[in-house]
């Protein structure tokens, strides 16, 4: 419930703010050219961010499981309210980004059409009018999504996916008494054993990593500020609705 948030959860909140405002002021001072593989083409963004929720749900969900093998009955978080959850995140991030069925675009898109913005075509290429209503329908035909607040999809996914992971993991985790850690490194099989079998919280954590990182490149590179802001500030609600009725 949401009552009183602990310590944690506020930091859990303040953490993408903070990412964010760090990308505003490295853009600010001109040092975002640090920011490597910021393109729309690079390997951080088409494997895995716009992938993102695949792959946080499922190396979220194998720490779980493989620590569930090994905690005790007593020390287990309770599996429902977990799942509530989780669903209830999934639902957010689907309604928010992703088409609902034929006729009903994301919110995102709905946001973006009601703030008086359009797909706009290239008449060469498109002969006669088509009205699209989602920015994947638009960039497909090679539109332009022009005209109206457009709230940040990467914004809302990588905050939705770091609030998640931050605030459960130790939900699924009773820290690093693992054993085999000796001889972890002692060839690349050993270590990919340790890695997948017995700490998968390690893939966890990089992937936390991996999102703040492609947080800072959104937030230094992409999208208005406003339209940052409206992607994180759903990002927050979806979190703190899971967090109340999970
Ligand atoms: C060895 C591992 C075994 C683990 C066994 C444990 C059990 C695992 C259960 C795993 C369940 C996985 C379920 C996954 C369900 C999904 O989420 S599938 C769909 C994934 N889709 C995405 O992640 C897409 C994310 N992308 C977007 O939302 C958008 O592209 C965007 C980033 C918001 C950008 O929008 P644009 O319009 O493209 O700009
Ligand atoms: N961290 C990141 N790295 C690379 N590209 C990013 C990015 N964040 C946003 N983008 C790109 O910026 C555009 C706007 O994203 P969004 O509206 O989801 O926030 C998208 O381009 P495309 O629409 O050409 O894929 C997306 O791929």
Request: hydrophobic residues 50%; proline residues 4%.
């Amino acid at each position: 419930m949401l009552g009183k948030l602990s310590r944690r959860e506020v930091a859990v909140l303040l953490w993408c703010p903070f990412v964010v405002c760090t990308g505003h002021m490295l853009a600010l001072c001109g040092w975002d050219g640090c920011l490597v593989a910021s393109t729309k083409d690079s390997l951080l963004n088409t494997v895995f961010v716009k992938r993102g929720w695949f792959w946080t749900s499922t190396v979220f969900w194998w720490v779980v499981v493989r620590y569930r093998m090994e905690d005790s009955v007593t020390t287990r978080t309770p599996l429902l309210p977990l799942l509530r959850r989780y669903t209830i995140t999934t639902a957010a991030w689907y309604v928010f980004t992703q088409q609902l069925w034929l006729n009903v675009p994301p919110l995102m898109d709905l946001v973006f059409v009601w703030s008086g913005g359009s797909c706009l075509l290239d008449p060469a290429t498109t002969p006669g009018t088509l009205w699209l209503s989602t920015s994947a329908a638009c960039r497909r035909h090679g539109g332009l999504w022009q005209g109206g607040h457009d709230p940040s999809g990467h914004m809302f996914l990588l905050s939705l996916m770091l609030m998640f992971l931050l605030s459960e993991l130790p939900a699924g985790s009773s820290g690093g008494r693992r054993r085999g850690k000796h001889a972890a490194f002692a060839s690349a099989a050993a270590a990919a054993r340790f890695i997948l079998w017995d700490e998968p919280g390690v893939l966890a954590l990089a992937l936390t990593a991996c999102w703040t990182w492609a947080l800072l490149v959104t937030a230094a590179r992409f999208h208005t500020l406003p339209e940052q802001t409206s992607g994180l500030l759903a990002a927050v609600v979806a979190h703190l609705s899971a967090r109340a009725l999970g």
